[in-house]
């Protein structure tokens, strides 16, 4: 049974820094794309930041290039570091996963590509 577990929340001032994890179990970690998704109230889900299998290419949505970076190791944990902080990052994180299928791009910050889903982690960002 394939299960992801983020953790890492809270809260924190604008300009500050937060670092997500999320473990992930139940199935072959290195054939699977990795992302993080966000979603705050009254909005839909989106797309942050997504890592194809052994971490060789990642894409990220335009807002948080520069800011935030994603991660895996080669066993089983993803991570996500986010600096500079700011009120409109503020929403519920997702991890989520699925069997990597050729060719890896910006398709695969679209929550439809993934199956698997962690239960999420809430950021929240003071101004």
């Known amino acids: 049974q394939v299960q992801l577990v983020e953790s890492g929340g809270g809260s924190v001032q604008t300009g500050g820094s937060l670092g997500l994890s999320c473990a992930a179990s139940?199935?072959?970690?290195?054939?699977?794309?990795m992302a993080w998704f966000r979603q705050a109230p009254g909005k839909e889900r989106e797309g942050v930041a997504s890592i194809s299998v052994r971490g060789i290419s990642t894409a990220y949505v335009d807002s948080v290039k520069g800011r935030f970076t994603i991660s895996r190791d080669t066993k089983n944990t993803l991570y996500l570091q986010m600096n500079s902080l700011k009120p409109e990052d503020t929403a519920m994180y997702y991890c989520?996963?699925?069997?990597?299928?050729?060719?890896?791009?910006?398709?695969?910050?679209?929550?439809?590509?993934?199956?698997?889903w962690g239960q999420g982690t809430q950021v929240t960002v003071s101004s």
């Open positions: 139940g199935y072959t970690y290195n054939s699977f794309n």
């Open positions: 989520a996963a699925a069997r990597a299928i050729p060719p890896f791009g910006g398709a695969w910050l679209t929550p439809i590509k993934y199956n698997y």
